[in-house]
């Protein structure tokens, strides 16, 4: 079956959507617009054609094929519970042998004591990994290598001086008007190149009342702080009346404007975002949410559907991405990636430079690749897609913004700047005109 939508008087032939429960109907009008449609525009012809918004029992093949092999009694409904996903993490070397095949520098990871960072992988994001290729992008971030505990030149446990800012336990005080403030140490899937793999995953950081106190009482006698992210950890994992007291006590302070969750669980957990959830979080406006998406591969239909979610809650929504090698350091993987993040309503925010942990070279490019990949969108796709490429600058610098040599030199009183096809334009530059 087909349908047909005329624009610009040519004709255009689509599928319909009959298998999608009727996701792809347009929403019922309001009074106000049809009076106006009905005065001044024509009737449609066809249907509008749009991304569905996937449902809860829908699941990509790579999700529904693990789920056979690995949990075949497991019904729907428990699988896309949360709880459940959380508790039946893959954190051993005999689960991971279950289900994938090691390579040599995988399973050596387990056997020596130098690796800092603990497993831990949700069924969910496990259904996404390779079972034969070591180097698949999504496998080479969440499964350990022997190359993590190989320490080179400039690396460190803590390389942005966050204890050092730390006026108080679990938060750090690095900018003038903004904090972070870690929840807990707890991840429902470690990543392998996090930045504060010193403490995420060893029970260190607990969401209690008493620390938590003491950190609002930090930011409520510092009226420069005006935001807060919260980060951990995931925040996410914490359950919503700890978490809406969290965000209830920095409400009440009144010079915090704007509160931010950093998580990772749209990616790894979509389960995760309930209704429930996303009804308490509408409660705590404005809030803005800084996603973690390094990988096209990430952009599944539980990945839409949680955030098509979160985004209908009003909530605008970012990806703060690593730059990783092998991963994603290539133009073509990241067009597809910021391209499918904007048809996800998340705004391509950070590109950042892979921190200088301990046990990162592995995953470590060098500068100009990420300068190259900013040339490659820069002028081939639109604004929204073209993240800010950053260096968080090692022992507490902050942020440092970096980009290609777009500015050639000066010529005369023009300013010589060079664009994306490598072609030169002078832009004259202001004359000042005011009375003498």
Known sequence: MQATIKRNEQLIVSPTQAGQEGDDEPPEPSPCLEAASSISTPKPTGRLVRFPT???????????SFRKRHFPSIPTKLWNDWQWQTSHRIRSLSQLESMISLSDDERAAFTVTETVLPLGITPYYMSLVSRDDPNQPIRRTVIPTVHETVRTAGEADD??????????????HRYPDRVLLLLSDFCSTYCRYCTRSRVVGHGGIHPSRNRLERAFAYIERTPSIRDVL???????????EKLSWVLSRLRQISHVEIVRIG?????VLPQRITPRLVRMLRQYHPLWMSLHFTHPDECTPEALRACTMLADSGIPLGSQTVLLKGVNDSVETMRSLVHNLLK????PYYLY???????SAHFRTPIEKGLEIIRGLRGFTTGYAIPTYVV??????????????????????ALVLRNYENRLYRYPEAYDISPI
Do not use: H
């Open 54 to 64: 996937q449902r809860a029992g829908i699941l990509n093949p790579a999700v529904r």
């Open 159 to 172: 390389p942005l001086g966050e204890d050092g800012m730390s006026p108080v336990p679990g938060l750090v």
């Open 230 to 240: 919260i980060s951990g950890g995931d925040p996410l994992m914490l359950g919503e």
């Open 263 to 267: 998580t990772k669980v749209p990616a």
């Open 344 to 347: 996800m309503r998340v705004r």
């Open 353 to 359: 430079q892979c921190d200088p942990i301990t046990g």
């Open 392 to 413: 968080d600058a090692p022992g507490g610098g902050g942020k440092i913004p970096l980009m290609p040599d777009y500015v050639v030199g000066r010529e005369d009183d």
